[in-house]
């Protein structure tokens, strides 16, 4: 089982950046495929970035490509969400997930650990 810790949300104006971190409680954490999605008010949880387990292959929703980059410190048991150019329909909670897969996934589904979420908000 691998605890993950979101944190580095906060409110931001349009157009400006947020780098997310999750941070996960083991030394395993670099045989997990991992995720981020996010959750707006009133909506379903829904899938923003996924990445395997070496870093090397990164997969997106469409509104994320361009604008958002997953990645991750094996070393360092963190997993990293850079988000620019941030509009206000990116307001949302953010969540890590981590997923036991030989690849990227991108199916809510399949990934068995989740952190708590950390808000994130832009203004326009």
């Known amino acids: 089982q691998v605890q993950l810790i979101e944190s580095g949300g906060g409110l931001v104006q349009a157009g400006g950046s947020l780098r997310l971190s999750c941070a996960a409680s083991r030394r395993a954490f670099r045989y997990y495929v991992m995720g981020w999605f996010r959750q707006a008010p009133g909506k379903e949880r829904e899938f923003v970035a996924t990445?395997?387990?070496?870093?090397?292959?990164?997969y997106y929703t469409d509104s994320a490509k361009g604008r958002f980059t997953i990645s991750r410190d094996n070393a360092e048991n963190i997993l990293y969400l850079q988000m620019n150019s941030l509009k206000p329909e990116d307001t949302a909670v953010y969540y890590c997930a981590a997923a036991e897969k030989m690849d990227y996934t991108i199916v809510l589904e399949e990934y068995a650990y989740w952190g708590q979420g950390t808000q994130v908000t832009v203004s326009s």
């Open positions: 990445i395997n387990w070496s870093g090397d292959s990164t």
